[in-house]
Nanobody
């Protein structure tokens, strides 16, 4: 079973940048789609971004569009989330998730379309 492992979280001032990484353990991510979600205290888990393993398809939540960039590196078996112009509202635990081969309604945005999740990495943006 593919197990995503996140890294790269931390504390940053508003306006700053962080890069999150998600690496597979178990076997390669090849041919799969991967997504990033986040969950702030007291809120539901929400979609952030997703990428096809080829990298040709990327999808973003409106709240991060233009500030975050998702990418994949097949050689390193890693998915990245580059986060720029961070805001206090971006504070959350960020989770990497491996998508199911087939999506139901809701597509990339629906967390039930992802079958394996990492432990999460904390991102805190101070204002």
């Amino acid at each position: 079973q593919v197990q995503p492992v996140e890294s790269g979280g931390g504390l940053v001032q508003a306006g700053g940048s962080l890069r999150l990484s998600c690496t597979a353990s178990g076997r390669t991510f090849s041919s799969y789609r991967m997504g990033w979600f986040r969950q702030a205290p007291g809120k539901e888990r929400e979609f952030v971004a997703a990428v096809s393993w080829s990298g040709r398809t990327t999808v973003y939540a409106d709240a991060v569009k233009g500030r975050f960039t998702i990418s994949s590196d097949n050689v390193k078996n890693t998915v990245y989330l580059q986060m720029n112009s961070l805001e206090a509202e971006d504070t959350a635990v960020y989770y990497c998730a491996h998508a199911r081969p087939t999506f139901s309604n809701g597509g990339y945005y629906d967390p039930t379309n992802y079958d394996t999740w990492g432990q999460g990495t904390q991102v805190t943006v101070s204002s």
